[in-house]
């Protein structure tokens, strides 16, 4: 692989351990309005990476099929939904300020299923990523280089928040900081994983690209209506989950246009 797309890999892992680094830093944890608005900011990266950089993509592979051009992003993306929903109701796992573990019963302990949840949370990025550099080494004409730099640059601002997400929390539960920021960085190594193993998988089934694109669409917009838009509206009404989601939607629309 080119030295490009070792960079496109990286870039997202080294944005969840930037902001795990946060909990060695900051000695509170972070606050209700705090913890809505990165949520709300990376459902709003999230979706808009789904549309610019995925399903956009995918329709545009397939227009050779005319008014059936859809279809591929059609089926893609409900592949990728139900993937999810199957790892979301098998992998124990705990979300953010929840009481009660989803998935299979476990007696593994809190801080492990707290992990998990946003290791669950990265797996359809980290697919992402790959997807597209994958479409990138197969020669794609409609995956540019820009346009994967776009999603690995997104990709990562919205994992910086997550990073500390997961590290804080765990620090203000009892974990030290040292523990916090290696479990914040671990829950982002699935990321590069990930996109590395999309990557050899992909390539070896270059025509089917538009479903790869919208598979990884799909799983990323489950995670986004699953975790990331009740987690940004729980609590005391509050705005500011929706002006956050606004920002990083815009944001990463003007990256994906600027740069593919």
Avoid at 74 to 102: M, Q, R, T, Y
Wanted: proline share 5%.
């Amino acid at each position: 692989m080119t030295k490009e797309v070792w960079i496109g890999l990286i870039i997202p892992f080294l944005g969840t351990s930037l902001g795990a680094a946060c909990v060695l830093f900051m000695k509170n944890k972070l606050r209700k309005p705090v913890e809505r608005a990165l949520n709300g900011f990376a459902a709003g990266v999230m979706v808009a990476a789904s549309i610019w950089s995925l399903i956009v993509p995918a329709i545009e592979q397939s227009e050779d099929k005319g008014g059936w051009a859809f279809l591929p992003a059609f089926i893609g993306f409900w592949i990728g939904v139900l993937f999810l929903l199957v790892l979301d109701s098998v992998i124990p796992h705990l979300h953010l300020n929840a009481e009660k573990a989803e998935g299979r019963q476990s007696k593994l302990k809190r801080t492990t299923m707290m992990v998990l949840a946003v290791t669950l949370h990265n797996i359809p990025e980290g697919m992402a990523v790959g997807v597209v550099l994958a479409g990138l080494v197969s020669g794609s004409e409609m995956i540019t280089l820009g346009g994967a730099f776009a999603l690995s640059i997104g990709i990562a601002i919205q994992n910086f928040p997550e990073g500390a997400i997961i590290s804080m929390p765990l620090h203000a539960e009892g974990t030290t900081k040292k523990k916090a920021f290696f479990f914040g960085v671990l829950s982002g190594a699935v990321e590069p994983i990930g996109a590395l193993l999309t990557i050899f998988a992909a390539s070896a089934f270059v025509p089917a690209m538009p479903y790869l694109l919208s598979f990884a669409a799909g799983a990323m917009m489950y995670v986004v209506v699953e975790e990331l838009i009740p987690e940004m509206s729980e609590g005391e009404h509050s705005n500011v989950g929706v002006i956050m989601f606004s920002v990083g939607f815009t944001l990463m629309m003007a990256l994906d246009v600027a740069l593919g």
